[in-house]
């Protein structure tokens, strides 16, 4: 999925590691993809107040509603692209050759490295899903790009009908097959109840509610806000108030500082400006067959320099 903002911000991010347990809510705000049909997304990563999760850099949740995604052919640098559907079904298409319908349960993971494009769509109809980034470290940024498609991952499933999916990374001795480049977690939780979860204490966690409602720590979790949990967690338990189905994402703190803007993660200004000169100029980024339409524009950079800061501003 892109950043299809005409203007969008600089998220710089990295360094200053996590604090300890926390109770963070963070509130999104609300992108539409699209045209009048467009799908309705709430993007609680990057936030004004925090940047990252681990390595986790970009959050949008999505749905459930009627609506099609149209995602023209957009590049990327730097980053891992996660796509997860709990309803509905997108078509990707990229610029090595990849074209790949995910499902509800399904893993669609692009490494962009050094350089992709890609496009995304779908019928109208209902969709429900969420779209994240994965930051790369500064010694796998200008790998090769590829692209992976997961049909299925490893579920530990509950007497009472409650489920865990490993989507990236290690949890509760279950491992996804998923390539990951730092120490890093992605699930989802369907709960019907309640239950714990073990945590690595040494990860910064956030959870997201993609339906029904939750409690955490005595606080309810309802579909919106992002709720970061910091890091010195050895355990993670929730009172499903209704079945519920959640999104715990977590890693080791990103020390690095990047920049990122638009659809690139860079490391200054300069990279910024060569990765979209490169895409308007057509190198670097390969081209994506079988859309029907025109590839994505990048638009103006903004008139000030584009600097690497802290996690939080």
Not at 82 to 87: A, C, G, N, R
Not at 100 to 106: A, D, E, V
Not at 202 to 222: K, P, W
Not at 278 to 302: C, H, I, K, M, S
């Amino acid at each position: 999925m892109s950043n299809l903002e005409p203007e969008p911000r600089e998220a710089v991010c990295g360094a200053h590691g996590a604090p300890g347990p926390t109770f963070e809510l963070l509130t999104g705000r609300d992108v539409v993809l699209g045209g009048p049909r467009g799908l309705r997304v709430s993007r609680t990563l990057p936030t004004r107040g925090r940047r990252m999760v681990g390595a986790w850099c970009f959050l949008d949740a999505y749905g459930p509603e009627e609506a099609d995604m149209r995602v023209p052919p957009h590049p990327h640098t730097g980053l891992q692209t996660v796509s997860w559907l709990v309803e509905g079904e997108v078509l990707h298409r990229d610029s090595v050759g990849s074209e790949q319908l995910i499902k509800p349960g399904q893993l669609n993971l692009m490494t962009s490295g050094r350089g992709i494009s890609h496009s995304e769509e779908s019928a109208y109809g209902r969709i429900h899903g969420a779209q994240l980034w994965v930051a790369l470290p500064g010694t796998d940024r200008d790998i090769a790009p590829h692209f992976e498609h997961h049909p299925a991952l490893p579920i530990l499933t509950w007497p009472d009908g409650a489920e865990l999916t490993v989507i990236m990374g290690h949890l509760a001795g279950m491992t996804s097959p998923a390539t990951t480049y730092t120490p890093l977690v992605g699930a989802e939780i369907f709960v019907t109840s309640s239950l714990s979860l073990p945590l690595r204490a040494d990860f910064e966690h956030a959870v997201i509610t993609l339906s029904g409602a939750a409690e955490i720590e005595g606080g309810t979790l309802e579909p919106g806000p992002l709720l970061y949990l910091g890091a010195g967690r050895e355990e993670l338990s929730i009172r499903a108030l209704e079945p519920s189905r959640l999104l715990l994402l977590g890693g080791e703190p990103f020390e690095e500082e990047i920049v990122m803007w638009w659809n690139f993660v860079g490391r200054s200004h300069e990279d910024i400006v060569e990765f979209r000169e490169n895409w308007e100029a057509g190198q670097g980024f390969g081209e994506v067959t079988g859309f029907d339409g025109p590839r994505l524009r990048a638009p103006a950079l903004p008139g000030t320099t584009l600097r690497p800061r802290g996690r939080e501003r």
